[in-house]
């Protein structure tokens, strides 16, 4: 009942870097249906998250401020939750009871190793205990 969320989490990941257009990066979530990816540094250090609610600021500052675009460092989520890649199915199942977030990077040593969303760890129950009890 242990069972690690590696073979779970999505691993090609779109990323961003602090100083890309925000008008491109926004585009970029659209283009790809996803709503947030992961900001990262030079050295590969994740900075922050971008998702398509901090984008809404870009509509806020254009209505009100007639200021658009940016860069990504502008508008991204600095105070971001992670999950460890060790972490089970059944603890992450637990982080999204009780919270808000879709979706939560994956750290390993540190580093960014993937994402795990409310879908992947549902396929992953799915799988795992709800297949061996039908």
């Known amino acids: 009942m242990n069972k690690s969320i590696e073979n779970y ?7 961003f870097a602090p100083d890309d257009d925000i008008i491109d990066a926004m585009r970029t979530l659209l283009e790809r249906h ?3 990816a992961p900001v ?11 998702t398509q609610k901090d984008c809404l600021a870009i509509v806020y500052n254009t209505a009100y401020h ?5 860069q990504v ?6 105070e971001v939750e992670h999950i460890d890649a060790d972490s089970s199915i059944l603890e992450v199942a637990e982080k999204f009871l009780h919270s808000n ?14 994402l795990i969303s409310r879908h992947d760890i549902m ?3 799915d799988e795992n205990y709800l297949a061996t009890s039908a």
């Open 9 to 15: 989490m999505a691993t090609e990941l779109v990323c």
């Open 34 to 36: 996803i709503s947030g």
């Open 40 to 50: 990262l540094d030079s050295d590969g250090q994740m900075l922050g998250l971008l």
């Open 101 to 114: 977030f879709r979706r939560f990077p994956v750290l390993r040593d540190g580093r960014l190793a993937g």
């Open 123 to 125: 396929r992953a129950l």
């Open 73 to 78: 460092e502008q508008y991204m989520s600095r």
């Open 66 to 70: 007639q200021d658009w675009g940016g």
